[in-house]
């Protein structure tokens, strides 16, 4: 009995050394905007660790966004360094994903992000100056990913009750990983 109860204990401390747990880090951001529609644009990523980096971004709108859409896509860099696409591409509506009436995961994902980095965290419509400090992508929020390199796009436009425009596009570059854990010991 106490041996099993040692094998046990062994194979519990072993697992918990061979848990890995999924990151992702984004390598690169790059904004394309409607000039027409928003001006004094700025997209940076700044590294913080071997695990993470953040996201800054800046951006001043010209005419109110009444009833953003915004399309989410999603990329897989496959063997040939191309981009592919994986598994989600769906359009929503930010106004209806923000007063409750819709509760496409998705939407409710980029919401969570919205209000949790962004200055964008009231209901419709949305103007003048927009901005998000320090955005990271949450590994609690996504299904874990297989291990790779993959492209999240967010495509915005204003729908009117005539034509949708196009206002601009956010295209993240991120990487799904393992955790990368310091073997330097901590000082004392």
């Known amino acids: 009995m106490p041996f099993g109860v040692l094998v046990f204990l062994s194979s519990c401390f072993v697992w918990q050394l061979t848990e890995s747990q999924l990151v992702y880090k984004l390598n690169k951001i790059e904004c394309q905007v409607n000039q027409t529609r928003v001006s004094n644009v700025s997209c940076h990523v700044k590294a913080v660790n071997w695990n993470m980096a953040v996201v800054n971004m800046d951006c001043f709108m010209l005419l109110p966004l009444l009833n953003p859409v915004i399309r989410v896509q999603v990329f897989m860099k496959d063997y040939s360094n191309q981009y592919k696409p994986f598994l989600v591409d769906v359009s929503?509506?930010?106004?209806?994903?923000?007063?409750?009436?819709?509760?496409?995961?998705?939407?409710?994902?980029i919401w969570k992000l919205f209000k949790r980095f962004t200055n964008v965290n009231h209901s419709c419509p949305f103007s003048g100056q927009l901005?998000?400090?320090?955005?990271y992508l949450d590994s609690s929020l996504l299904p874990p990913f297989p291990k790779g390199f993959y492209q999240f796009s967010l495509i915005v436009t204003d729908l009117n009750s005539t034509h949708k425009e196009y206002v601009g596009t956010m295209k993240f570059f991120l990487q799904a990983m393992e955790q990368i854990k310091s073997k330097k010991l901590p000082r004392a």
């Open 92 to 109: 929503l509506k930010m106004c209806d994903v923000i007063e409750k009436r819709n509760f496409i995961p998705y939407g409710v994902i």
């Open 131 to 135: 901005t998000a400090r320090d955005g």
